[in-house]
């Protein structure tokens, strides 16, 4: 499948949990059914926990058993950049559905769970495409949405080396990639694609380098380009965002923050108990903190600044206060 040999969930699970599906992309077999879960609301999850997935992956029909409180551990996680991920969810309430999935685990988005957590994070397997379905092999395919990027997605295959593969094509705002790969924060501004690829042909073990690239949808050009495996060298902080509304006027209306280098603004985004941890390198940044309606328009109301230092590893949190007159930053302890 796409020029991989076929696995199954078993040996995939295997090689993610020995570190050799770090940055690489395996296809592998088996069958899946999604449930949904009635879940207890957790503040600042991070993805790759894999919280209340609800999904279940089996190397057999018979194997897949059903609602269990939850509990999936082979399930890789299907991402915001995962091509037909929409399929899986159709499985819901059926009988398993047959797929193969491109996957691969050592996914730089692990910087963003609990430091305790992080070795588990580093094992779980995210769903680049989901390439074959019910007995039909499937095409690559944009997510739906309100955003009207300039290239299409046939633009962004044209530039694709004859030594790559296409596995997945994303298109969002350059403020959001926290949630898709964060060493992109700070490179690009507008809307841009994320593009995840496969080196090929595939090495003797069957399984493909993986390489991620950033291109500008505004001037089409490639702004970075990254292998898919993370550095050593990569060791992030962990960021928490938080916000009290306070009292008065305030508690009517929605908080936003965004988080600044120098004139570049790498993320924003609602601010609250479901805003999702950041991971940022070492480095001096400011934080901002607003009011806004339900659309994420600005109101009347007060704004605030904090300038912050980020360390090598450091997990820390802010929280902003509102008042009818003033807001506030500060750092807080945090169990998140």
Partial sequence: ??????????????????????????????????????????????????????????????????????????????????SRGDLLWSTSGDSPAAVVLIVHAGDSRAWQCLPADRATCQTRMVI??????????????LPGGDLAPKLSLADVSGMVAK?????????????????????????????????????????????????????????????????????????????????????????NAYTQYSITFGANTLSDGQLGLGTAPLALAAGAYELYASLSDSNGQSVAGPKCDQPITLTISANVSYLATFTVSKCDWATEESQF
């Fill in 128 to 141: 680049d495409s989901v390439a074959w379905f019910n007995g039909s092999a499937t095409e690559l395919a």
């Fill in 163 to 251: 030594s790559e593969q296409l596995i997945t094509a994303y298109p969002m705002f350059a403020t959001q990639i926290n949630d898709v790969d964060p060493r992109f924060l700070g490179q690009a501004s507008g809307i841009v694609w994320y593009m995840r690829l496969a080196k090929t042909p595939s090495a003797t073990d069957g399984l493909n380098e993986g390489i991620v690239r950033l291109v500008s949808d505004e001037s089409s050009t490639v702004v970075d380009e990254l292998p898919l495996a993370v550095s050593s060298d990569y060791k992030p902080a962990r960021l928490i965002l938080d916000a009290d509304p306070g009292t008065g006027d305030s508690q």
């Fill in 1 to 82: 499948m796409l020029g991989l040999p076929v696995i199954t969930v078993a040996k995939a699970q295997q090689l993610a949990n020995t570190g050799r599906l770090d940055g690489r992309l395996a296809a592998v077999a088996g069958y899946w059914n999604q449930f949904a879960l009635p879940c207890p609301f957790m503040p600042h999850q991070a993805l790759m926990t894999g919280f209340c997935l609800g999904s279940e992956f089996a190397d057999t029909a018979e194997a897949v058993t059903g609602y269990n409180g939850g509990n999936f551990p082979n399930a890789p996680i299907s991402a915001p950049e995962t």
